[in-house]
């Protein structure tokens, strides 16, 4: 029975076909419109899913690139003012301080879930940065002073700040 459709289903065709093969061009269109749309969303698809993951790590960077910003500002108004003989006024010295700890925890948080969208050049800066701060106003043989931690905590701060820009930047291709 099966065969019997399939013969007269294919008698059929070679008649219709007959027509100046109109059914050849017909299924030679389709498949070539078929075949150009099935390409053109697999492309369009994957642009996207690239440009959003693209997107994805340059908000990354820009976070952690602008929370090492903030926490560098902590140093660099409470130095600017220690040069200048004076102390920060107490409540912008408390919103400094708030915005430098908070800054600090999104860099923390950025150094433990960041390998997914940062690169370990970028976070391996950012571990060197501890590093540097951890030892910063500190003297063989002399105790710490506020102008010295200060200082090399400022010069760290501005030193990685370039260095995460320039990674940023090679890693994102800008």
């Not at 008698?11 to 027509?19: D, K």
């Not at 107490?90 to 433990?112: C, F, L, M, N, W």
């Not at 102008?147 to 701060?157: C, E, G, K, P, Q």
Request: with cysteine.
């Amino acid at each position: 029975m099966g065969w019997v459709i399939l013969e007269k289903t294919w008698e059929f065709l070679v008649l219709f076909n007959q027509f100046d093969g109109f059914i050849a061009d017909v299924l030679v269109t389709f498949f070539s419109i078929f075949l150009s749309v099935w390409l053109s969303i697999r492309y369009a698809l994957k642009r996207f899913v690239t440009e959003k993951w693209w997107e994805r790590k340059a908000t990354a960077y820009e976070e952690v690139i602008l929370a090492t910003y903030q926490s560098f500002q902590f140093f660099d108004e409470h130095l600017h003012a220690f040069t200048e003989g004076h102390e920060l006024e107490e409540g912008y010295d408390i919103e400094v301080r708030i915005t430098a700890k908070q800054a600090h925890a999104a860099i923390a948080s950025a150094k433990t879930i960041g390998a997914l969208k940062l690169s370990d050049r970028f976070l391996d800066r950012l571990r060197q940065l501890d590093k540097a701060t951890a030892s910063s106003g500190v003297r063989p043989g002399e105790p710490p002073n506020w102008m010295d931690y200060l200082v090399d905590s400022h010069a760290a701060y501005s030193d990685c700040l370039a260095d995460l820009q320039k990674i940023a930047r090679q890693d994102l291709g800008i």
